[in-house]
C-alpha cells in the first residue's frame, strides 16, 4: 500500500511538473497530499488531483467574471439583474475558458453575458451570437467592434474598364472590395480583410452595398490614391487591355448585425 500511496503522489507531482498552469492551483492540494500519504483510502483522491485542478479553472473562471460582471453591470437595478439563459450561459462560459489569450473575443462573451444578464437588455440576445464569436478571429472581432461606432465603410472594387461600354463599369476584378477598416481596427493581419469580409458576410452580420454612402468623396479618393490601388491599376494597363477603373461601394451591419453589436459590443445596447 505504501508503494501505491508514494506511486500516485509521484503521478501528482508529474501533473504539476507537466502542466505549469495548473501549479499554483494545485498547492492548495499538494498541501492535503502531505496528510493523504499516511492513509492509504486517500490515494484515488490524490490520482484524480489533475481533475481538481480542472475544477479550479472554472473557480477563476468565476473570479474573472465576478469583476467583470459587476462593472458591466454596476449601473443596472439589483431587481432587473436576471439568471441567464443556459443557451447563452453555459456555452459562453465554455468558449470563455478557450478564449483566455484572446481580449477582443473574451470582451465580446463578457458582454453578450452580461446582456442577458440584464431584464431590460435581454431580448437582445439571440443564442446563435455565441457560435457567431466563436467563428470569428479576434481580427474580426476588432473589424465588428469598429464597425458599432461608422455608419457606413467605404470600400472600392479595382479592375479593368472598356471605354467602348460604360466607363464606370468594372469588367474583370483585380482587387475585390478594397478597404482600409483592417488597418483602422488594428488588426493583427489586415491582409486577411477579403477572408475576413466573406466570413462576417456568412455570418449574417455584415453586407456589401454599390455606390456611396459617405459625407463626401474623400474617403473613397484615399483609396484611388492609395500605393496598392495605384500598383493594381499601374499593372492593368501596362497590360494594353482596357484601363484600370474603380467601383465604388460601402459595407454595413445588416439588421443581425447590429442586434449583435448591441448584445455583444455595447453591452445592453445602452
Known amino acids: 500500500m505504501e508503494n501505491k500511496v508514494r506511486d500516485a503522489a509521484d503521478a501528482v507531482k508529474g501533473v504539476l511538473e507537466a502542466v505549469p498552469v495548473y501549479q499554483d492551483a494545485l498547492q492548495p492540494v499538494a498541501k492535503e497530499i502531505g496528510t493523504s500519504l499516511q492513509i492509504a483510502g486517500k490515494t484515488v483522491r490524490m490520482a484524480l488531483a489533475p481533475f481538481t485542478a480542472l475544477v479550479w479553472g472554472y473557480e477563476k473562471l468565476a473570479d474573472y467574471l465576478d469583476v467583470v460582471l459587476t462593472e458591466k453591470l454596476k449601473n443596472v437595478p439589483p431587481e432587473r439583474i436576471i439568471t441567464p ?69 467605404p470600400m472600392i472594387t479595382v479592375g479593368v474598364g472598356f471605354k467602348i461600354l460604360n466607363p464606370m463599369d468594372v469588367h474583370t476584378e483585380h482587387l475585390p472590395h478594397f478597404s482600409l477598416i483592417a488597418d483602422e481596427a488594428g488588426c493583427a493581419h489586415p491582409d486577411l480583410w477579403p477572408t475576413y469580409l466573406t466570413n462576417l458576410a456568412r455570418l449574417g452580420l455584415v453586407e456589401t452595398h454599390l455606390g456611396t454612402l459617405m459625407a463626401s468623396d474623400a474617403a473613397y479618393e484615399d483609396l484611388r490614391q492609395h500605393p496598392t490601388v495605384a500598383k493594381i491599376v499601374s499593372e492593368i494597363e501596362l497590360v494594353g487591355i482596357g484601363y484600370g477603373t474603380s467601383r465604388d461601394e460601402f459595407l454595413q451591419l445588416t439588421a443581425l448585425g447590429q442586434q449583435f453589436c448591441k448584445a455583444c459590443v455595447v453591452r445592453g445596447g445602452s
Not at 88 to 101: N, Q, T, Y
Request: overall charge negative; proline content about 7%.
Open 85 to 153: 439563459s443556459p443557451t447563452v450561459a453555459v456555452p459562453v462560459l465554455a468558449a470563455l475558458r478557450i478564449s483566455a489569450e484572446e481580449p477582443s473575443l473574451r470582451e465580446l462573451y463578457a458582454n453578450l453575458l452580461a446582456t442577458s444578464m440584464d431584464q431590460e437588455t435581454a431580448r437582445n440576445v439571440h443564442p446563435a451570437f455565441v457560435a457567431s464569436i466563436q467563428q470569428m478571429t479576434p481580427d474580426e472581432a476588432r473589424i465588428i467592434q469598429l464597425m458599432e461606432t461608422r455608419r457606413a465603410i
